[in-house]
């Protein structure tokens, strides 16, 4: 059994920030790729920005140079700093996690969600 906990959205003002965290518990042996994912109402969820174990790092091109994926290994957590936030921005909020079980099987799968909501 793994588990992802997300934590840290809320209601910010346009041009503000948030940092979103989400730790991976459980039946864990290794994470490779930690993501964000997005979903606003009527649109399809989308990649935000994802992380590899080597700590190479991809984002859409929407939050680039606003948004920073870090990961911490030791306490298996991925966060999401996310800097001038524009109205566009408000969705909820998705951690995923690609992983080996101590059963050495492939794990893929997702946090509960955080809202997020910027206001103009």
């Known amino acids: 059994q793994v588990q992802l906990v997300e934590s840290g959205g809320g209601f910010v003002q346009a041009g503000g920030s948030l940092r979103l965290s989400c730790a991976a518990s459980?039946?864990?042996?290794?994470?490779?790729?930690m993501g964000w994912y997005r979903q606003a109402p009527g649109r399809q969820r989308e990649l935000v920005a994802a992380i590899t174990g080597g700590s190479s790092t991809n984002y859409a091109d929407s939050v680039k140079g606003r948004f920073t994926i870090s990961r911490d290994n030791a306490k298996n957590t991925v966060y999401l700093q996310m800097n001038s936030l524009k109205p566009e921005d408000t969705a909820v909020y998705y951690c995923?996690?690609?992983?080996?079980?101590?059963?050495?099987?492939?794990?893929?799968?997702w946090g509960q969600g955080t809202q997020v909501t910027v206001s103009s």
């Open positions: 995923n996690a690609k992983l080996l079980t101590r059963l050495l099987s492939s794990w893929n799968g």
């Open positions: 459980g039946n864990i042996f290794s994470i490779n790729t």
